[in-house]
């Protein structure tokens, strides 16, 4: 039992880690001035995302662990060090614009650009053999909250935290990535 906590514990943070950059830019999008039914929509959108990039990527580490065993452990730990490098450093950047409008083709490109990185950090989980499901709901679940928060605090304070919580998300991601490779 204490094994299985610890594992939705790390998959939980991962997923919080991920969806900051859906956060970020639901802080700015907020600021379109949407509406209740809208940023359920948008929400929902990143959630399913969310989850059909992980499951692509689990099942590509499962294969990749099969063929390249060891290997494939340090690259699955190097993407995420590389991941959480790039997510925190554009983070920290000070100019930020998005030009993605959150509406039919727009918001199926946001949903999928927010999703890419936790394709990559799937892989990974699929090397070492995450209990797919777990992955898969703890991914949509938090980017689906923390979508609708960052578009109902973006609706509220008109952006004030954005680049932070990126930088923050990476940040995450580089230490799992250390502990991958190092731990």
Known sequence: MEAMFGEILTLSLMAFALAMDAFSV???????????????????????????MPLIGIIAGRFLSEKF???????????????????????IRKERGYMITPVGTGLMLFGFSVSLDSFSVSLTLGIYGAKTILVLSCFGIVATILTWFGLLIGRKVQGWLGPYSEALGGSILLAFGLKLLFG
């Open 69 to 91: 065993g060891e290997i494939a452990t340090y690259v699955g730990g190097g993407l995420l060090l590389i991941l959480g490098i790039q997510m925190f450093l554009s983070g």
């Open 26 to 52: 639901g802080l700015g999008m907020g600021m379109f001035k949407l509406r209740l039914r809208q940023i359920f929509k948008i929400g929902v959108t990143i959630g399913f995302f969310h989850i059909w």
